[in-house]
Nanobody
Framework: QVQLVESGGGLVQAGGSLRLSCAAS????????IDWYRQAPGKQREFVAK???????QYADVVKGRFTISRDDVKNTVVLEMNSLKPEDTAVYYC??????????????WGQGTQVTVSS
């Protein structure tokens, strides 16, 4: 079963940085649209950033100017660079997107999430 796998989460102090990656779980998949979401304890999952097949990007207002989403074509991953982190950025971060393997598309695929904790 195709999944996305997030990595790079961890514990960081406020003002610090983390770099999250999203990759396919196996095989040689091409990533197309990839969105990042996050869910804090007791809150609903919220949109963070997205990159489409044309590499156009979009950000939630609360992360604009601090987070950057991009593709790493060498590693076939999508990266979320998070700078100037705040305690309110603490959440489980998920990627969601569309992948292609050969001529087969896999749409709306979720990862299992990676924990980001920002201490004050």
């Amino acid at each position: 079963q195709v999944q996305l796998v997030e990595s790079g989460g961890g514990l960081v102090q406020a003002g610090g940085s983390l770099r999250l990656s999203c990759a396919a779980s196996s095989g040689t998949f091409t990533l197309y649209r990839i969105d990042w979401y996050r869910q804090a304890p007791g809150k609903q999952r919220e949109f963070v950033a997205k990159i489409n097949s044309l590499d156009q990007t979009q950000y939630a207002d609360v992360v604009k100017g601090r987070f950057t989403i991009s593709r790493d074509d060498v590693k076939n991953t999508v990266v979320l660079e998070m700078n100037s982190l705040k305690p309110e950025d603490t959440a489980v971060y998920y990627c969601n997107g569309d992948l292609r393997y050969g001529i087969t598309w896999y749409r709306n695929i979720w990862g299992q999430g990676t924990q980001v904790t920002v201490s004050s």
